[in-house]
């Protein structure tokens, strides 16, 4: 099970990790070597809560395919050990992000004291500009 917080985890028979090569300079070793990770998840498939998998859909993601499937390139490092932990770091993160559970907002609105002091205030201040001009009729 990988761990994500202490309510959620996922089973690694979700996760499927496959070493690719990496894009980009890299010497001689470029063409040998696989040392890019792609981890892909399948939402589908994967048991959790269905208020997380609602939040991870209304993520928008472009990771996440039209068929539910979350992708992760981790190339960013020369060794596999380390992209490996860094996708596995990145997917932590999103399913981190889709736990938070936004906070409920009240809608309020202006107490009658404050709209009258606004009123009042632009009042005054309409008969400060009244004052200025050339012709003012009162």
């Not at 990496?22 to 498939?45: F, H, P, T, Y």
């Not at 060794?79 to 999103?94: F, G, H, M, P, V």
Request: contains cysteine; proline residues 4%.
């Amino acid at each position: 099970m990988f761990l994500i917080n202490t309510s959620l985890s996922i089973p690694w028979r979700c996760i499927q990790l496959s070493a690719i090569r990496a894009q980009g300079a890299g010497g001689q070793n470029v063409n040998k070597v696989s040392s890019a990770i792609c981890l892909q998840v399948d939402l589908n498939q994967t048991p959790m809560p269905s208020a997380i998998r609602e939040r991870l859909y209304a993520l928008n993601d472009s990771r996440i395919s039209a068929n539910r499937i979350l992708t992760i390139k981790a190339q960013s490092h020369r060794t596999q050990e380390k992209n490996k932990s860094d996708a596995l770091e990145r997917l932590k993160t999103i399913f981190v992000k889709a736990c938070h559970k936004p906070k409920y907002r009240v809608a309020t609105k202006p107490t009658r004291g404050s709209v009258e002091r606004r009123i009042k205030a632009k009042t005054q201040r309409s008969s400060v500009k009244k004052m200025r001009s050339k012709n003012h009729f009162d």
